[in-house]
């Protein structure tokens, strides 16, 4: 992940996970065994061997490891709840070198802390998943025009509304305004997915309705529908890159909002920013998910499913030059800011930050559980880590607040 601080350390100790790297079926192959040394593609690759799923990243280049440890959001989500809800086990080193397992059953305080409690514990060394019996997958990528944009925004109110394609638990999307500040230009992407041979699943019909540039929407196998994001441009290294997120209730008015917000002051604030992109991504985070995260036996995230289908803002920001460092991160932090505001005006502000897409500096913990889980983690933290060493020495990501 090449967001400042989200994974290395400056002055202190880098663990490298690479060689951790092995894949294993256990259970008649109900169960993969994971090393977090490697990217979703590797376990995607292997899990298909046994035509089997895995409720991995949604993007085959991310890492194992930190997208469990924060969470996840699969394709599977309203099916499964969180990547991390389909954890069964973890192998874990603690800061005074003992090995455990944290399970349903044994050590279950840190199996909970872990499934949404990042890097604050010990160092996973394996993740026991339950796999997924996977036939076939309908979906792919979709461009919309900016003729098209207005009638794809359309499409995103009506899946998200109540009674639209996101109740449809084998449905899932990942819908993107796209702009270029340097050139104005707004343009709509989808990523779309259903979990079934269904080649015309009514669930998505808003969006296949709506004219697009380009698509590729057909049937895949899991592996060949996951490769679709295996390509370098998502692991590119070669610019600067910022995450921010925040989150929204859903009403007829969110999607309008959320443009409002977005376009014209990304373009005015950033049109002078050399090399610049930005994707503002509409994340529906759906009951359904939540219910299913729920009954999976929970987790330290612990969002209410009472709370509805919402969605996790993500804004993505790609630049050249360490010179507007200040201007996109001054951007982001407004965005946000107004965003919160917004939705705080119209009773539409939902208290959470999804840790994977967060900013640095923004707060996490603090709304797990509607803001009962903090406490807990931090009596679990010290409880097998008694010294704080991944709260002092192990610096980089998101750690528990004193």
């Not at 959001?73 to 603690?94: E, H, I, M, N």
Request: proline share 4%.
């Amino acid at each position: 992940m090449p967001v400042p601080d989200a994974n290395g350390i400056n002055n202190g100790v880098l663990i490298s996970m690479s060689g951790l790297n092995q894949n294993k079926m256990i259970n008649n192959n109900a169960i993969v065994q994971v090393g977090p040394g490697q990217t979703w593609n590797d376990v995607y690759t292997y899990a298909s061997a046994f035509n089997k799923g895995v409720a991995g990243g949604r993007f085959s280049p991310v890492g194992v490891g930190g997208l469990l440890l924060g969470g996840g959001l699969p394709y599977f989500a309203s099916q499964v709840g969180w990547a991390c809800s389909t954890v069964k086990a973890y192998q874990v080193v603690l800061a005074d070198s003992t090995i455990v397992e944290a399970t349903a059953t044994h050590n279950s305080d840190l199996f909970w802390a872990l499934k949404g409690g990042s890097n604050n514990f010990g160092i996973v060394t394996r993740f026991d998943m339950e796999t997924l019996d996977v036939t076939e997958l309908y979906g792919g990528d979709t461009l919309y025009n900016t003729a098209s944009y207005p009638a794809f925004l359309n499409a995103i109110t009506e899946y998200v509304s109540p009674g639209g394609g996101s109740e449809d638990v084998k449905a899932a999307i990942l819908p993107n305004i796209v702009v270029t500040p340097s050139t104005g230009l707004v343009e709509g992407s989808l990523v779309a997915f259903y979990n079934g041979d269904n080649a015309a699943p009514q669930a998505l019909a808003g969006f296949n309705a709506v004219a697009n540039n380009f698509t590729d929407d057909t049937l895949y196998s899991f592996l060949s529908y996951t490769n679709l994001t295996n390509i370098p441009a998502f692991a590119a290294r070669n610019f600067r890159w910022l995450f921010a997120t925040t989150a929204i209730k859903v009403s007829k008015d969110t999607v309008a909002l959320l443009d409002k917000l977005y376009t014209q002051p990304v373009i005015q604030a950033l049109q002078n920013v050399t090399g610049c992109g930005t994707t503002l991504a509409l994340q529906p985070i759906t009951k359904a998910q939540l219910q299913a995260a729920k009954d999976a036996g929970g987790d330290a995230i612990d969002l209410d499913p009472s709370m509805g289908t919402f969605i996790s803002v993500l804004i993505n920001i790609d630049w050249e030059n360490a010179a507007d460092d200040a201007t996109v991160n001054r951007f982001a932090r407004k965005f946000i800011s107004n965003v919160d505001a917004a939705a705080k005006e119209a009773g539409l502000h939902i208290p959470f930050t999804y840790l994977n897409d967060a900013q640095s500096g923004q707060e996490v913990f603090q709304y797990y559980g509607g803001g009962s889980s903090l406490p807990i983690l931090k009596r679990i933290q010290r409880k097998y880590d008694p010294k704080g060493v991944f709260q002092r020495l192990e610096n980089s990501g998101f750690k528990l607040p004193n």
